[in-house]
């Protein structure tokens, strides 16, 4: 079972990055992660964002460098402590994930689109289920906007409509 998991979600991962390389081409596969995980903690200090992406601190301050040089990270000093710096997304860095959600909506609801109503439906039934566990043995909470990523964006075509009705 893990074996057949493993290959199907090559083709969910495939479609992921197709999203990834026209999106954002501006950024990095680490540089993207450190930027989604600044959304979901916004005020994130940089020790736990190294904590949070495995890195060392001295390669996460250069990788919040490089970030805030793109525009993509503002530093504030902290409101108790000076000398600790948080971490927020800029304007621009929430237009690029946004954009990103929706080319990867897009491209999985055309995938949905080709599926049985009850395949869809079992697929949202376990990809949720799957998702629990995960975060249960983590020990980490869904972020809200990452919630439903089967759900395709709201009625842009006739076929989305019938997908989002039935997933």
């Known amino acids: ?84 710096i948080s971490l927020h997304l800029t304007p621009e860095a929430r237009r690029l994930l946004a954009e990103l959600r929706r080319d990867r909506r897009r491209r999985l609801a055309d995938v949905l689109s080709g599926m049985s109503g009850e395949g869809r439906e079992a697929l949202l039934r376990g990809i949720r289920e799957f998702d629990r566990v995960a975060r249960e043995r983590e020990g980490t909470a869904a972020p809200p906007a990452e919630r439903s990523v089967l759900a395709p964006p709201p ?13």
Do not use: F, K, Y
């Not at 200090?45 to 992406?53: G, I, W, Y």
């Not at 075509?157 to 009705?165: G, I, K, L, M, W």
């Open 155 to 167: 009625a842009r075509e006739a076929v989305d409509d019938s997908v989002a009705r039935s997933a």
């Open 1 to 84: 079972m893990a074996a057949e998991l493993d290959a199907a979600a090559g083709a969910l991962l495939s479609v992921w990055e197709a999203a990834r390389e026209r999106t954002t081409s501006r950024l990095s596969g680490p540089q993207l992660r450190a930027v989604m995980v600044v959304e979901r903690h916004d005020g994130i200090n940089l020790r736990r964002l190294a904590t949070l992406l495995d890195m060392l601190l001295s390669s996460a301050s250069r990788l919040c460098d490089r970030l805030v040089a793109a525009g993509m990270l503002e530093r504030e000093p902290g409101r108790l402590d000076r000398r600790e």
